[in-house]
Nanobody, 124 residues
């Protein structure tokens, strides 16, 4: 069992930066692929970024590549999403997810556990 708690969301102006943090409970955190997804009002949940269990492999959605960076610290049971050059279209609730048998981790059904989400709002 893994419990995930996101933090770090908020209101930021376009061009600004935020760092999201996902704190995980459970002794097997380092075994999980970790991902970030987001969901805007009226839209489906979409993939943002994923990182392999050891942190050596990362994947990004095309819309955030070059602006967002996913990283993890297995000693702290934590995964991060550093977001820079934020745009109004990045506004959404951001969710952290953990998957034990995930492949590339680009689809929601690869994940077993989800956090409650944190709101990110980017003003123009």
């Amino acid at each position: 069992q893994v419990q995930l708690v996101e933090s770090g969301g908020g209101l930021v102006q376009a061009g600004g930066s935020l760092r999201l943090t996902c704190a995980a409970s459970g002794r097997t955190f380092s075994s999980y692929t970790m991902g970030w997804f987001r969901q805007a009002p009226g839209k489906e949940r979409e993939f943002v970024a994923a990182i392999s269990w050891a942190g050596g492999i990362t994947y990004y959605a095309g819309s955030v590549k070059g602006r967002f960076t996913i990283s993890r610290d297995n000693a702290k049971n934590t995964v991060y999403l550093q977001m820079t050059s934020l745009k109004p279209e990045d506004t959404a609730v951001y969710y952290c997810a953990a998957g034990l048998a995930a492949g590339a981790g680009r689809t929601p059904n690869e994940y077993d556990y989800w956090g409650q989400g944190t709101q990110v709002t980017v003003s123009s």
